[in-house]
């Protein structure tokens, strides 16, 4: 075995000699043990890591069992359209929309978005984590503005899908998503307890939190009032209870089951709350115009295009990864999926439709409900699409009370209040990344809160990387600062003491060991040079031992060295000198390298320590 060895960049992979080809499935190559591996290289089946492009990516897996069911993906369907038609109109309604742009918007997630090969079980429409946004661009760009921003969204999105950018979105601190999905619920919760009481949100997150109380005092002074409210608070109470309803009733979705309430309800006599207003479904397509086009020369437009694209493709992604973890057949394929979400949301746009991500709720009711293939995502779209245009008269029934609660409950869901003490246990540093970025987003807007969340993230992850110990001690005439770990810029402050410490020691003598410094960076290489330079001038001598790979000279140096400074015993019996190691040169910056010491161990392991010890050092 040679005594250098160029470092895999798969740990524990070795080239295996070519497999006979064979009839069956792909192997998944050395090394790795499970289908559905996202590791880089990975070949078996559902691999979503960069470069798969083999015909057997995206395959079902061994453990995803027999063929789909058509029985099954057609229930699994039903239950999806079910718990998606009160989550398109109560996010349309929460959007300041018209209810038939929800349901669109649905349609085409599962007809279009639902039809690409990107993520098998994952269920896209309007989700309630646009909807403050999309209501906070209607109110200040206007309804016909929505789809050019939508539109180029989706482009925006195909291009980033084109060129291998969807693990992107995964290279983002999971406390700043956390904080953006607590900063998008906690509002969305506040604003729509107005529409849940039948009154109109005040205006801003921090508007409509102040305005609580008053909202309250209204409530009871108003019957009517009264009766909304309370539909809306038993529609949020449903929604945490039932699935704990014992029977195969629980299986239906609660919001629907809520509705459904509501509808009877508000059917009785003397109760007038308020309901739906229903269009014609075709009525309300609203195509962008030349005018609406020629806005893209407005500087804020182009802000919500950005805003949009980077909240709704990182909404698909982390609700992508988070479906792949519910079942065990074929693993997301991310930049397929982000071109599957890009066309639906240029689709949208086209038509003025709302954005569309992927929702969870949808997603897990299709886990939940059996179904294995993308038939039941897509079939989903076809019965929103033929509800809409079969029954409209039915979705005027519905109480607005009770979509409001469904997106309270929705926005409790995204708050995840238990996330908070759970950060807080974990890393107390990304704790406070996570409220920042919760902070910033209900006191601002979503975009500035997520770029604030990120800079915190960075600068986290900057300070845990530059962590410097330094040690000063005065020794003899000698007065002497060690450091160890990375010294940059951020630790500066630090540095500059411990030298100037140094030299107001009065002693004629200074050692600067740097040499267990793994990277020192310009600023503080610089700043000891030249703390070097002065007191040099000084005329005090000054010794520097700075990092680096040692040469040949300086290791025999040190190996010298090392032999006379250390006492060494007599031998329990005869040694004999080792030929010097041979050690190649030093390889660059851009490679891996680590050095074998192949020479057998002398006499029995733990009795020829000191002859093992007086060995020449080995380069690493």
């Not at 070949?43 to 061994?62: D, I, K, L, M, V």
């Not at 995840?416 to 910033?440: H, I, N, S």
């Not at 630790?491 to 411990?498: D, K, S």
Request: net charge neutral.
């Amino acid at each position: 075995m040679s005594g250098a060895h160029a470092r895999s960049r798969g740990p524990g992979r070795t080239k295996a000699a070519p497999a006979p080809k064979s009839t069956g499935p792909k192997s998944t190559g050395p090394g790795n043990t499970r289908p559905g591996s996202t590791g880089p290289g990975n070949t078996g089946p559902g691999n979503t890591g960069p470069g798969n492009t083999g015909p057997g990516a995206g395959a079902p897996s061994a453990k995803s069992g027999a063929k789909p069911d058509l029985a099954t993906e057609i229930t699994a369907s039903l239950v999806v359209f079910l718990v998606a038609l009160p989550l398109c109109i109560g996010v349309a309604v929460a959007s300041g929309v018209p209810a038939e742009l929800g349901i669109i918007s649905g349609v085409i997630g599962g007809l279009v978005v639902g039809a690409v090969r990107g993520s098998t079980l994952q269920v896209s429409g309007p989700a309630a984590g646009l909807a403050a946004l999309v209501a906070e661009t209607v109110a200040e760009h206007g309804l016909a503005m929505l789809g050019v921003i939508v539109l180029f969204s989706g482009i925006l999105q195909i291009v980033l899908g084109v060129v291998r950018l969807g693990r992107m979105f995964q290279a983002i601190s999971l406390a700043v998503v956390q904080g953006m999905l607590a900063g998008i619920g906690l509002p969305l919760m506040f604003s729509q307890a107005y529409p849940m009481a039948d009154a109109k949100a005040p205006g801003t997150p921090i508007e409509n939190m102040a305005g609580i109380p008053g909202l309250f005092a209204d409530v009871l002074t108003d019957p009517q009032a009264m009766i909304a409210t309370l539909l809306g608070i038993a529609t949020v109470v449903l929604s945490f209870v039932w699935k704990k309803v014992p029977g195969p009733v629980k299986r239906i979705p609660a919001a629907l089951v809520a509705v459904a309430v509501g509808i009877v309800v508000a059917a009785l006599p003397g109760v007038d709350v308020k309901t739906l207003q229903v269009g014609n479904l075709l009525a309300s397509v609203r195509v962008p115009g030349a005018d609406e086009f020629a806005g893209l020369a407005d500087t804020a437009i182009l802000t919500s295009i950005l805003t949009f694209t980077v909240i709704a493709s990182a909404e698909s992604l982390f609700t992508a990864a988070a479906v792949d973890r519910m079942h065990s057949g074929p693993r997301t394929r991310y930049n397929t999926e982000l071109i599957a979400q890009g066309a639906g949301n240029t689709i949208a746009g086209i038509l003025g439709a709302l954005p569309i991500t992927a929702v969870v709720a949808r997603s897990s009711a299709n886990v939940q409900a059996g179904a294995k293939t993308r038939i039941s995502r897509t079939l989903h779209g076809l019965w929103l699409l033929a509800f809409a245009l079969l029954l409209p008269q039915v979705l005027a029934l519905i109480p607005i009370s009770v979509l409001a609660g469904v997106l309270v409950y929705s926005g409790w869901k995204l708050f995840a209040p238990e996330e908070f003490p759970k950060m807080w246990r974990q890393d107390r540093g990304e704790f406070v990344v996570m409220t920042v970025t919760t902070l910033v987003i209900v006191a601002t807007a979503l975009l500035e809160g997520v770029l604030i969340g990120l800079a915190a993230g960075i600068v986290l992850a900057a300070l845990r990387m530059s962590r410097t110990v330094i040690r000063q001690h005065i020794e003899d005439d000698t007065a002497k600062v060690v450091m160890a770990g990375n010294a940059t810029f951020l630790r500066l402050p630090q540095v500059i003491e411990a030298l100037e410490s140094a030299a107001a020691s009065g002693k004629p003598r200074i050692r600067l060991d740097l040499t267990g410094v793994t990277h020192l960076d310009h600023a503080c290489r610089n700043q000891v040079e030249e703390f070097t330079a002065q007191q040099r001038g000084l005329g005090l001598r000054v010794e520097l031992l700075m990092p680096g790979p040692a040469t040949g000279a300086e290791a025999g140096a040190a190996a010298s060295a090392a032999a006379a400074a250390t006492p060494s015993e007599p031998a329990s019996g005869p040694t004999q000198p080792y030929p010097p190691a041979a050690h190649p040169s030093p390889p660059g910056p851009d490679a891996e390298w680590f050095y074998l010491d192949t020479r057998p161990m002398p006499g029995e392991y733990g009795r020829g320590y000191d002859d093992y010890a007086g060995r020449p050092p080995l380069v690493g």
